[in-house]
């Protein structure tokens, strides 16, 4: 979502006259989009602020640098933020680029129609659309709904737009994005849902592909799982997180599920789109979590075998109402035991799915290319570059470039026969033709 927002607020700059740098040393202007769903990352980006604040005193001056602050860091009260870092221009919570713009260009003209046809210029065959803003959930450990607000749908005809305009600009993949996709469209007078945007994007010139995240189980529907399984171009793939297995900590997390809910989606998941790989969230260590309540989510995980889990140990965050009214009661050596345990069973799972998958052919789309390496051996030929990118299930395949292939061919989609498999990614090599549809390619 921050990377959509990002390249949202750059295509309004670009309209306004300005022009991106390669590095920082060269700008008149630092955005910093902030994330805080863990410490970590707003840690990162206080130290990277630190550092611009250094550039910004050595150019004081005329050609002195501007920095603007946005995302999930900025909260409807910025007064501690502005006495922490005074040296911050703007603050500007996520979305709201109106702010950035106009303290830059204070007379710009950012009514009508600027916003609504402003589209990120794409930086390859693959593009982030968001769909819905903000979040309604508020689950217990999240600064999420108290940072980007209540759940926003676009309209169907704004969404489209957009895809179209990415797609004539060498797109084929586009995903559609909100913090709870499922619930996209419950705010809009008419009522879309998430199968109704599917079905009007779907034959969008030059589009192959549409994915979708985060689910989230309490909005998911079987209309929505029958669109994925009756449109071509919706790619069989659902990240569905389910934080942890026991409904005591479920209920402390204020989830607003059950497990025994959230298997049978998953089951009727694979009964309706039985070809679709299923991720997951996890949260290790949250407050009270015991071990026999850890064992349930390994248990889970062995029981349903999803292709990939994303485990995470909790963290406090300030403001949220775990931070409020929990006790961050499990050491941090035992959270990362448990997170460590999630990971070896995962990598476990993940390999005996991919194993599978072993000497069969999968449609890819070509997304990137590596730079040659180097081979050990004195004298050696370089290695040719690889090429990457990912099947319809979401799973990463690597391939040699052939011989004679002078461009990437980025956005073509092409198969490729598995030739080695590991827990996170696939190798192969082109087989048969190399094009599956020359005409919808990207020149890298």
């Known amino acids: 979502m921050n990377v959509a927002d990002s390249d949202k607020l750059a295509a309004g700059l670009a309209k306004l006259g300005w022009q991106e740098t390669a590095k920082p040393e060269d700008a008149d202007l630092a955005v910093v989009n902030t994330c805080v769903v863990r410490q970590k990352a707003e840690d990162r980006a206080a130290s990277y602020l630190g550092r611009l604040r250094r550039m910004k005193e050595e150019r004081n001056g005329e050609n002195g640098l501007q920095i603007a602050v946005m995302g999930c860091m900025v909260g409807p009260r910025t007064d501690d933020l502005r006495a922490r870092f005074p040296y911050v221009d703007v603050w500007a919570r996520p979305q709201s680029f109106d702010l950035i713009l106009r303290h830059l260009v204070p007379d710009s003209d950012l009514g009508g129609e600027f916003w609504p046809d402003t589209f990120p210029k794409p930086k390859g065959p693959t593009a982030f659309v968001p769909i819905i803003h903000g979040c309604n959930k508020f689950c217990t450990y999240c600064i999420v709904p108290y940072r980007r607000g209540r759940e926003r749908s676009r309209t169907i005809d704004d969404i489209a737009r957009e895809v179209a305009s990415h797609c004539a600009n060498g797109v084929r993949e586009v995903t559609l994005l909100g913090q709870t996709v499922e619930a996209y469209g419950k705010d809009l ?63 402390r997390m204020r989830r607003g599920y059950t497990i025994e809910e959230y298997l049978e989606w998953v089951h009727r998941i694979r009964d309706i789109v039985p070809a679709a790989a299923i991720s997951t969230d996890v949260i290790v260590g949250f407050c009270g979590e015991t071990e026999a309540q850890f064992q349930r989510t390994l248990d889970l995980l062995q029981e349903l075998r999803f292709d990939k889990v994303h485990v995470a ?48 052919t999968q449609e890819v789309l070509i997304e990137g290319v590596s730079r040659s390496r180097t081979k050990k051996q004195v004298g050696a030929d370089r290695e040719p570059p690889v090429l990457s990118g990912r099947t319809r299930t979401n799973k990463l395949v690597h391939w040699p470039r052939p011989p004679g292939q002078t461009d990437a061919r980025l956005g073509e989609m092409i198969h490729v026969r598995i030739t080695r498999t590991s827990p996170w990614a696939l190798r192969g090599l082109p087989a048969g033709r190399h094009s599956v549809q020359a005409d919808a390619a990207v020149p890298a």
């Open 313 to 360: 140990a909790y963290s406090p965050r300030p403001g949220t109402i775990a931070w409020r009214h929990l006790e961050d009661d499990v050491p941090q050596e035992e959270k990362m035991r448990r997170l460590h345990a999630i990971e070896a069973v995962q990598e476990r799972i993940a390999t005996e799915i991919n194993d599978a998958l072993l000497g069969t």
């Open 189 to 251: 007078d008419d009522k879309p849902d998430l199968a109704d945007l599917f079905a009007a994007i779907h034959d969008t010139p030059g589009l192959r592909r549409i994915r979708f995240l985060t689910s989230y189980p309490r909005d998911m529907t079987e209309r929505i799982i029958r669109a994925v399984a009756d449109l071509p171009k919706v790619c069989e793939h659902f990240n569905i997180p389910v934080q942890a297995a026991d409904n005591d900590i479920l209920a």
